[in-house]
T-cell receptor, first 113, second 111 residues
Framework: ETGVTQTPRHLVMGMTNKKSLKCEQHLGHNAMYWYKQSAKKPLELMFVYNFKEQTENNSVPSRFSPECPNSSHLFLHLHTLQPEDSALYLCASSPGERDDEQYFGPGTRLTVT | LAKTTQPISMDSYEGQEVNITCSHN???????ITWYQQFPSQGPRFIIQ???TKVTNEVASLFIPADRKSSTLSLPRVSLSDTAVYYCLVGDNSNDYKLSFGAGTTVTVRA
């Protein structure tokens, strides 16, 4: 256990569905991250939040919409996804400085049909 | 965009030392170099971090030359449980100083 939990662990959704991924950290950290991990590709940083404010958006399509209501919770809202969006979505948290160790959750395995 | 590069895979046997080199020609001046380990169906886990020269902890050593354009993760006396994917993470000053993971090196340890 890393102190970062993600739900659901697995998700299958159609291209017209709307779903949300949830991440919660119990570490008292100030920064939270969303990553996408596709087969045979490096980890891709999608979004960064620091003290609930989005500080980084790496050209992610608008069909992915993050939400950070407080420093402990992070959501990724999904709508009208494409099959190529199928991947492992990882959440991480860190104390807040750029080089701080990141603690990762187990990920949500998303399949878009 | 210049990014970090690592070997795709490495094979080893139990008890051997494994050295994985990551090239990061455009590392941001003030950034640390961090290595993570990932097992199947799990998120990455921090192994070690350094800025220059050598860092050692209970699981690994990290060697960083003076120019910091590369780093080498050293795993001493590996066991079967060290079979995993290993990633380096650095800031890339050719990509707006954004933190960038390498593609990962799959290390397979055999008995």
């Amino acid at each position: 256990e890393t102190g970062v939990t993600q739900t659901p662990r697995h998700l299958v959704m159609g291209m017209t569905n709307k779903k949300s991924l949830k991440c919660e950290q119990h570490l008292g950290h100030n920064a939270m991250y969303w990553y996408k991990q596709s087969a045979k590709k490096p980890l891709e940083l999608m979004f960064v939040y620091n003290f609930k404010e989005q500080t980084e958006n790496n050209s992610v399509p608008s069909r992915f919409s993050p939400e950070c209501p407080n420093s402990s919770h992070l959501f990724l809202h999904l709508h009208t996804l494409q099959p190529e969006d199928s991947a492992l979505y990882l959440c991480a948290s860190s104390p807040g400085e750029r080089d701080d160790e990141q603690y990762f959750g187990p990920g949500t395995r998303l399949t878009v049909t | 965009l210049a990014k970090t590069t690592q070997p795709i895979s490495m094979d080893s046997y139990e008890g051997q030392e494994v050295n994985i080199t990551c090239s990061h020609n455009n590392i941001a001046t003030n950034d640390y170099i961090t290595w993570y380990q990932q097992f199947p169906s799990q998120g990455p886990r921090f192994i070690i971090q350094g800025y220059k020269t050598k860092v050692t902890n209970e699981v690994a050593s990290l060697f960083i030359p003076a120019d910091r354009k590369s780093s080498t993760l050293s795993l001493p006396r590996v066991s079967l449980s060290d079979t995993a994917v290993y990633y380096c993470l650095v800031g890339d000053n050719s990509n707006d100083y954004k933190l960038s993971f390498g593609a990962g090196t799959t290390v397979t340890v055999r008995a």
